[in-house]
């Protein structure tokens, strides 16, 4: 059974540029979710995909998107990236869209910092 | 609308003695699920305990417990016989048990560092 892994684990992108971080989800997961978590602060909720359709979405512009692909990988495109993008952005993997009785497993992580 | 406030920016143990770190949550939700996750420097957020609302006893998990205090909308989290391996972040974090989606609202965390 393998885990959650994002990629890459660390990026670098100047202001304005455009980046897609990716998430495989664990084996048997139809559902990902995506966090930002900026220093020093817990993990945001961006949003969720099921089965290829977001399923939910946080406080975050439009400028945050998303796919989930038939294999249920994920990825999270951010465009016009601002300076506030910097943070570790974690993706997280479950079997179920909905239910605290329903654990999620979570990924390493990307470290993206904006110059 | 939920809101999870821990208010302990750091804590710190000597290895073999106890510790307790705080949280206190807000929900408009009846019923819901409470959790404590552990976030080690290899980022990966691990899940150390979780709570059902509905459940009045408290959850434990070997040398983890909780103490749930529904009234106060308290969940702190006891570990015992801290371990040098118990050094990490913790978060204490909340989610509703129905809805559209599955959704954790986090605090800010507590950095728990253990004292040989």
């Known amino acids: 059974e393998t885990g959650v892994t994002q990629s890459p684990t660390h990026l670098i992108k100047t202001r304005g540029q455009q980046v897609t971080l990716r998430c495989s989800s664990q084996?048997?997961?139809?559902?990902v979710s995506w966090y930002q978590q900026a220093l020093g602060q817990g993990p945001q909720f961006i949003f969720q995909?099921?089965?290829?359709?977001?399923?939910g979405r946080g406080n975050f512009p439009p400028r945050f998107s998303g796919l989930q692909f038939p294999n249920y990988s994920s990825e999270l495109n951010v465009n016009a990236l601002e300076l506030d993008d910097s943070a570790l952005y974690l993706c997280?993997?479950?079997?179920?869209?909905?239910?605290?009785?329903?654990?999620?497993?979570f990924g390493s992580g990307t470290q993206l910092s904006v110059l | 609308a939920q809101t999870v406030t821990q208010s302990q920016p750091e804590m710190s143990v000597q290895e073999a003695e106890t510790v307790t770190l705080s949280c206190t949550y807000d929900?408009?939700?009846?019923?819901?699920?409470l959790f404590w996750y552990k976030q080690p420097p290899s980022r990966q957020m691990i899940l150390v305990i979780r709570?059902?609302?509905?459940?009045?006893q408290n959850a434990t998990e070997n040398r983890f417990s909780v103490n749930f205090q529904k009234a106060a909308k308290s969940f702190s989290l006891k570990i015992s016989d801290s371990q040098l391996g118990d050094a990490a972040m913790y978060f204490c974090?909340?989610?509703?048990?129905?809805?559209?989606?599955?959704?954790?609202?986090f605090g800010k965390g507590t950095l728990l560092t253990v004292n040989p």
């Open positions: 997280a993997s479950s079997r179920r869209k909905t239910g605290g009785n329903e654990k999620l497993f």
């Open positions: 084996s048997g997961h139809n559902t």
């Open positions: 995909y099921y089965r290829e359709e977001e399923n």
């Open positions: 929900t408009s939700e009846s019923d819901y699920y």
């Open positions: 709570q059902e609302a509905y459940k009045q």
């Open positions: 974090a909340c989610t509703n048990s129905g809805g559209s989606n599955y959704k954790l609202t």
